[in-house]
């Protein structure tokens, strides 16, 4: 079992700045991918951006240019840092952690924390 703790939701003015944190612990895999989702009331949760084991990342179109993801391995944690916040851009944000590769007893999608608020107020 793996468990995530996130940090760094909350309200802020369009244009802002929120920093948001995901620690993970427990049996992590070695080779990983962990990531930021979001997920808006009825549709469905999408990516906003991951970044791997190996440091290389992805990100949606949505939020390139504006949010950047890092990781520091030595401490398990990933980070999203959100720079030019929009009002669209208010929902919960979800960390997520999957293994590379099917581990035994893992769920397919890896697992979540329980979720940060980001609030964009216009």
């Known amino acids: 079992q793996v468990q995530l703790v996130e940090s760094g939701g909350g309200l802020v003015q369009a244009g802002g700045s929120l920093r948001l944190s995901c620690a993970a612990s427990g049996s992590i895999f070695s080779s990983n991918v962990m990531g930021w989702y979001r997920q808006a009331p009825g549709k469905q949760r999408e990516l906003v951006a991951s970044?791997?084991?190996?440091?290389?990342?992805n990100s949606a179109d949505s939020v390139k240019g504006r949010f950047t993801i890092s990781r520091d391995n030595a401490k398990n944690t990933v980070y999203l840092q959100m720079n030019s916040l929009k009002p669209e851009d208010t929902t919960v944000y979800y960390c997520?952690?999957?293994?590379?590769?099917?581990?035994?007893?893992?769920?397919?999608?890896?697992?979540w924390g329980q979720g940060t608020q980001v609030t964009v107020s216009s």
């Open positions: 970044t791997n084991s190996g440091a290389m990342t």
């Open positions: 997520n952690i999957r293994p590379i590769g099917r581990r035994p007893g893992v769920p397919i999608n890896g697992y």
